[in-house]
């Protein structure tokens, strides 16, 4: 008896696929920006098409898809639904990171089992960074957390928890807990405080923990606090590529939608304004796919020069994707400003960009703290 192989997944394949699925979104785009409410259904369709799972090895379930293959779809996905698209960014950075870690040998089954599952992953990242918030109390077995984290993008739909808590009772002074834990753990609400400019329908809530047990066995890591984890440089270059992925899709919509409006326009202030649109779209797009070069497929090394790199990126790049729909908006003139375009929400939205780790003024001290032989935190 022969079998016959099941042909890898091409770029091509996981664009279509994330296509499929944001065409199908586009229709309530406009809706859930006024309402402020996520798509519950969005992720389902994510799910249903493997692509909450794509990053998976396809030893552990998962369909083996690259770093760059996963920017696409989030690219992709921004196009045409852009809260949607940074939303499934925050999870799919954390199966990322977790894929580095198993590219360098760590066991990263037990996550990797979860997604395939079906499991959603909130990161609450952005709030925590070095030195995290919130208070665990030792106890037998484990910890007692309290803590408020927001934002905590996608939380209303998602599944697992991915966090750290500050733990100042630490034997070597202050430290930091990492875990994971249900976000329908006894003690784990939702408390809906997201109301932004852009983005509005990310559901990038507050989650509370009030005396959530976390037992000894899901804390992944105790580091010290105040003191710069190279935990973070993987983080940094798994998610940043990412997350200024779904960016670029954003702009990308703003440009298709720019250039319907204008086409066969021959005024000169017109063909000099798609000339300076394509200039920053372009570098946009060029420092997205250097980020993903320097990631390596998730290959790169745990340095903090990697990481002050990509941070640099990301800060040039979140300038040419707010200027680039901005160019947008102008190009096509006063209807961009009007709140029947798509135009005016993409232009909310893409300014969420700068909030992302690290915002520039932070991300000018890391790259020269580190240029200069110190220590990100100088």
């Known amino acids: 008896m022969t079998t016959t192989a099941i042909p890898a997944m091409t770029t091509t394949d ?49 369909s083996g898809a690259t770093h760059r293959d996963m920017g696409e779809v989030l690219r992709e996905l921004g196009r045409h639904d852009p809260s949607t698209a940074v939303a499934f960014a925050m999870h799919a950075h ?49 910890y007692l957390v309290h803590a408020r984290k927001a934002p905590a993008s996608g939380c209303e739909v998602g599944t697992v928890l991915v966090t750290s808590v500050r733990y100042d009772e630490g034997p070597d002074g202050p430290q930091v807990l990492h875990c994971a834990l249900p976000l329908s753990a006894p003690g784990v609400r ?12 990310t559901g990038s809530h507050t989650v509370v923990l009030e005396n959530v047990f976390v037992p000894d066995s899901a804390i992944s890591l105790i580091r010290p606090a105040d003191v710069w984890p190279p935990l973070l440089n993987v983080v940094i270059g798994a998610a940043m590529p990412l997350v200024l992925a779904a960016y670029l899709g954003i702009a990308d919509g703003a440009v298709d939608t720019a250039l319907a409006l204008v086409s066969g326009r021959d005024d000169p202030h017109i063909v000099q304004l798609v000339g300076e649109l394509a200039n920053a779209h372009t570098t946009a797009a060029d420092l ?13 090394a745990n340095t903090d020069a990697c990481a002050a790199r990509t941070l640099s990126r990301k800060t040039v790049a979140a300038d040419a994707l707010i200027e680039t729909v901005r160019l947008a908006i102008e190009t096509v003139g006063g209807v961009g400003y009007s709140r029947s375009s798509e135009l005016e929400m993409r232009y909310r939205d893409v300014h ?27």
């Not at 360098?104 to 925590?128: C, E, I, N």
């Not at 997205?288 to 790169?300: C, K, N, P, Q």
């Open 14 to 62: 996981w664009i279509e696929r994330a296509r499929s699925v944001g065409e199908t979104l586009r229709a309530e785009v406009a809706d859930r920006d006024r309402s402020g409410e996520i798509s519950a259904p969005a992720f389902d369709l994510l799910r249903d098409a493997g692509l909450s799972a794509a990053l998976v090895p396809v030893e552990f379930g998962g």
């Open 94 to 142: 954390l199966v990322a990171t977790q894929l580095w870690r198993h590219k360098h040998g760590a066991d990263a089954t037990p996550l990797f089992q979860k997604v395939v599952g079906g499991a959603l992953l909130v990161s609450t990242g952005a709030s925590d960074w070095v030195g995290s918030n919130g208070r665990a109390e030792r106890v037998d077995g484990g």
């Open 190 to 201: 939702i408390e809906k405080t997201w109301d932004t400019l852009g983005l509005r329908a």
């Open 288 to 300: 997205v796919e250097a980020m993903f070069t320097g990631s390596a497929d998730l290959e790169f």
């Open 352 to 378: 969420g960009c700068l909030f992302h780790p690290l915002p520039r003024a932070k991300q000018i001290l890391f790259s020269g703290h580190v240029l200069l032989g110190h220590t990100p935190l100088g």
